[in-house]
């Protein structure tokens, strides 16, 4: 199993910055892929960007180019560096984890933090 823990959620302004971390409660090493989706009111959970243990990463079209996803092995944690922002990029951030055992993946999720951007 997983546990997920996130950090750095708050109030910034339109085209500041933000960092959200994820600490793991296992080696990152041994976690397939990892990711951060975020949440908007009214709308479906969409993924914003994603790394995988080959360190290939991903991004939705949105933040491509302001949002950078990174990881710190030796704290098992995961960031999103987040700049640029703008308030479309408002909503609670989830950090994911999926986790290959015996043959089946497994989908882990934290609880969330909350980011909001001022116009």
């Known amino acids: 199993q997983v546990q997920l823990v996130e950090s750095g959620g708050g109030l910034v302004q339109a085209g500041g910055s933000l960092r959200l971390s994820c600490a793991a409660s296992r080696s990152i090493f041994s976690i397939n892929a990892m990711g951060w989706y975020r949440q908007a009111p009214g709308k479906q959970r969409e993924l914003v960007a994603g790394i995988t243990s080959g360190s290939r990463t991903n991004y939705a079209d949105s933040v491509k180019g302001r949002f950078t996803i990174s990881t710190d092995n030796a704290k098992n944690t995961v960031y999103l560096q987040m700049n640029s922002a703008k308030p479309e990029d408002t909503a609670v951030y989830y950090c994911?984890?999926?986790?290959?055992?015996?043959?089946?993946?497994?989908?882990?999720w934290g609880q969330g933090t909350q980011v909001t951007v001022s116009s």
């Open positions: 994911h984890a999926a986790l290959l055992l015996r043959g089946v993946m497994y989908d882990y």
